[in-house]
């Protein structure tokens, strides 16, 4: 049984269509990766997930509980277990507040302790992200950006969640930085046994936390396919476009690579047919009045293309 699952999610702003018919399960104890171009549609996904935006159509379930219908006690228990590392370290952080009252308000509101052991949980989820108790009563811009990181995955680990949203959790930081918070995501989840919905823009980071991958064009999921091993299993052509576009550390590497022309359609006006297909090399007729629909490779491989 998935932990959390999309049936059939779209959602408009407006007359934009952000989110279009988005269908996918996640399973306990995986890390998805959601990846794409800026504006796709990844973070308002996200977002839905955790009930944080309500979609236009479609349902989201978690634990095979629709959220949209919870009533009040199962919607402070889904709060409880759902909880979101957001992309800007410093944004998220309420400058008003110290440390110790930013993660002392989950454990407060969810009443997970006494108050007489909330000074030890404190100092317990600091020192689980690699930070010191004397930290507690100072205030978010008195920390680096990776510190400030840390303290947001503290807070998001402070309700005891099953399953995170990750919307780009490293993308502001330093490359040197990165590993160690990606390198403390997947030791945090291997030791609390944690879901992650994982938002990226770096398909490398992707490969190696997740265990599948969604990709997403448009506010569609183009491709759903294992993570391991992408390059050689991906077969959707944005999909192989979004990995040639990954550098390579080796000036005389010769390979032929898939470049995309043009910009990302409106999402006022997405194209007829796959939205895709404005931008596809390999696009034929029936690709710009037809829309594909996801058909499965495998048991945990599916994609969206007439010509796959």
Do not use: W
């Not at 629709?66 to 590392?85: G, P």
């Not at 990709?215 to 052509?237: C, D, T």
Request: aromatic share 6%.
């Amino acid at each position: 049984m998935n932990l959390l699952e999309f049936s059939s999610v779209e959602k408009t702003f407006g007359r934009a269509r952000a989110v279009a018919g988005v269908s996918i399960g996640i399973e306990p104890s995986t890390v998805v990766g959601l990846v794409g171009e800026s504006g796709c549609g990844k973070t308002t996904l996200g977002r839905i997930a955790l009930g944080l935006i309500q979609p236009s159509a479609g349902a989201v379930f978690f634990r095979g509980k629709n959220i949209a219908e919870m009533n009040r006690t199962e919607t402070l228990s889904f709060r409880r277990q759902a909880q979101m590392i957001f992309q800007d370290p410093y944004a998220s952080l309420n400058p008003r507040k110290t440390i110790r009252q930013t993660l002392s308000e989950g454990l407060i509101i969810h009443r997970l302790c006494a108050s007489t052991e909330r000074e030890a949980r404190v100092t317990s989820l600091l020192e689980k992200v690699g930070l010191e108790a004397n930290c507690l009563d100072r205030y978010p811009h008195e920390f680096s950006g990776g510190q400030r990181q840390r303290i947001g995955i503290a807070r998001s680990l402070s309700t005891e969640p099953s399953f995170i949203v990750a919307d780009e959790p490293v993308s502001a930081l330093d490359v040197s930085v990165q590993a160690q918070i990606v390198h403390l995501l997947m030791k945090l989840r291997s030791e609390m046994n944690l879901t992650f919905l994982f938002i990226s823009h770096d398909l490398r980071v992707i490969e190696y936390v997740s265990n599948a991958l969604i990709v997403m064009y448009l506010g569609k999921v183009m491709e759903y396919l294992p993570a391991k091993n992408l390059a050689s299993r991906a077969q959707h052509p944005y999909t192989k476009s979004l990995l040639d576009a990954i550098p390579t550390t080796n000036p005389n590497q010769q390979r032929t690579r898939i470049l995309l022309s043009g910009d990302i359609p409106s999402p006022h006006h997405p194209p007829a047919g796959c939205v895709f297909h404005t931008r596809c090399p390999i696009a034929e007729d029936r690709c710009r009045t037809e829309t594909p629909i996801m058909k499965r490779m495998s048991d945990n491989h599916s994609i969206a293309c007439h010509l796959t």
